[in-house]
């Protein structure tokens, strides 16, 4: 293949994901580690977060940095769950999933024989990891959105069984998000040409 | 300036945390090495310098965060109400202070009115004890997170406004307190129906430790938002913030 036709081929992600991809990447780290200075000034579990690992310096700091990062979060996820959709994106990537299938590429990819030749094709376990975290991602709004105004989203509220448990359920999305993160990481440790692919699209 | 300001806030923390043996005093000295770790770690881009500039787009955010939860704010949505059986109790002290020094007020205390309100009289406690009373138990929400429930009796704000003629079409109520806190809210959440001006805790006469002679209670507001031992209460136009709001928590303050 020349080089022609590699600028001339379909990219594997489109700018649009690979702009998302990375924005959402800023907003959630600022997020994350602002939320961990949050959740120090009033612990729900028996631990805190080393103080170095975390944004804002202090409460009221964390809290701007939070509710900074928020917009481009919120406004970003729209953005990329709307195009996946209307582009047709999700559909093409994400269907059919089914659970034998799961199994097996779980089954494959834990003995190193899951083959990663086609970086356009999402296996079962890619496939499972990148719509959870989505959700996971969709519970931390409905959940922070409790927390920020309980009194504003009743529904919601109610959804969440109460002020305290929206901590909860905000606390372990997060800790859902961190640990797809991790394997994400690894991953891509593991498959380095998909970093290049989320930089270039190919 | 942010420093001199973080440390001074350390210190008040810090004294707070100690008295209410809290435990792990060094935690925000750590934490304001964070400031300039993480600061410098979100801005590779930048110079070393930028750390005000970045500290000044925080805080236009945040006035951008006061007009989103304006909009947010729906003056006829009630807070949540509890039956009695779920006060916290016992209900947790919350001040910039320690228990030990919470203010005392003198027995000739009379509270003030000022700036666009038509009747400027002092209100003594006897008085107000004579208008129309109403309780109500609701979640108190700490900023920090944490939250109580707890039952308050009072005046509500908004009746009180109409009473003494304040310009209700006027931006904000100020509150000046006898701890020298003070803090300010929008027009709206002032004359929210659930919005009161507490003489009773519990049924009993306000406890000095929850804001004696009195507290203004709003369940859609966090607990910094509600002023305690209220010494004067002045109508305006101009913005008057308030003693956490100027240091950085968000001046709306909703919930």
Redesign the interface.
Request: charged content about 15%; proline content about 3%; hydrophobic content about 50%.
């Given at each position: 293949m020349n080089s022609l036709a590699i600028e001339t081929i379909k990219p594997i992600h489109p700018v649009w994901m690979r702009v998302t991809h990375w924005l959402n990447a800023i907003a959630v780290v600022?997020m994350v580690?602002s939320g961990w200075?949050?959740?120090?000034?009033?612990p729900?579990f028996d631990f805190?977060f080393p103080?170095?690992i975390?944004?804002?310096?202090?409460?009221?700091?964390a809290?701007?940095?939070h509710?900074?990062a928020m917009?481009l979060f919120a406004v970003n996820g729209i953005f990329y769950v709307t195009l996946n959709i209307l582009s047709g994106r999700y559909r093409a990537k994400f269907w059919p999933i089914n659970i034998g299938g799961l199994f097996n590429d779980a089954k494959q990819a834990l003995s190193g024989k899951l083959a990663h030749d086609d970086l356009s094709n999402y296996n079962m376990v890619q496939k499972s990891a990148y719509l959870l975290v989505t959700l996971a991602l969709t519970i931390l709004i409905l959940s922070g959105l409790v927390?920020?105004?309980?009194?504003?989203f009743?529904l919601l509220?109610s959804l969440m069984s109460g002020?305290?448990n929206a901590?909860v359920v905000h606390f372990w999305a997060m800790a859902f998000v961190m640990i797809f993160l991790l394997i994400h990481l690894v991953m891509v440790a593991l498959v380095p040409r998909t970093l290049l692919t989320m930089f270039r699209g190919r | 300036m942010m420093k001199k300001r973080i440390q001074l806030l350390d210190e008040q923390l810090i004294i707070k945390d100690a008295s209410k043996a809290l435990g792990m005093p060094g935690r925000r000295l750590f934490g304001k090495r964070a400031l300039s770790l993480g600061a410098l770690s979100m801005l590779s881009g930048c110079g070393l310098t930028d750390e005000s500039s970045v500290e000044k787009m925080l805080m236009s955010i945040s006035r951008f965060n006061d007009g989103a939860q304006a909009l947010l704010f729906d003056p006829s949505q009630l807070a949540q109400t509890y039956p009695e059986s779920m006060i916290t109790t016992p209900f947790p002290f919350n001040a910039f202070y320690g228990e030990a020094e919470v203010p005392e007020i003198e027995e000739d205390y009379t509270l003030e009115l000022s700036g666009m309100i038509a009747n400027k009289d002092e209100w003594t406690l006897a008085a107000l004890a004579a208008l129309p009373q109403t309780s109500q138990i609701t979640r108190h929400i700490c900023v920090e997170g944490w939250s109580a429930i707890g039952k308050w009796g009072g005046v509500v704000f908004g009746d009180f406004l109409k009473r003494v003629g304040a310009d209700t079409t006027a931006k904000f109520v100020g509150f000046r307190c006898a701890d020298d806190y003070f803090t300010s809210i929008d027009m709206a959440t002032a004359l929210h129906p659930q919005t009161l001006l507490t003489l009773t805790f519990a049924d009993q006469v306000l406890p000095a430790k929850y804001g004696y002679p009195m507290k203004l209670r709003m369940p859609t507001k966090l607990g910094y938002k509600n002023p305690k031992h209220i010494t004067e209460i002045f109508v305006s136009n101009t913005n008057p913030g308030g003693y956490w709001e100027d240091q950085g928590y968000n001046w709306f303050g909703g919930s």
């Open positions: 600022i580690m200075k949050i959740y120090n000034a009033s729900i805190k103080g170095a975390t944004l804002g310096g202090w409460l009221g700091g809290i701007q940095w509710f900074a917009w927390v920020w105004k309980s009194v504003q009743p509220l002020y305290d901590r | -």
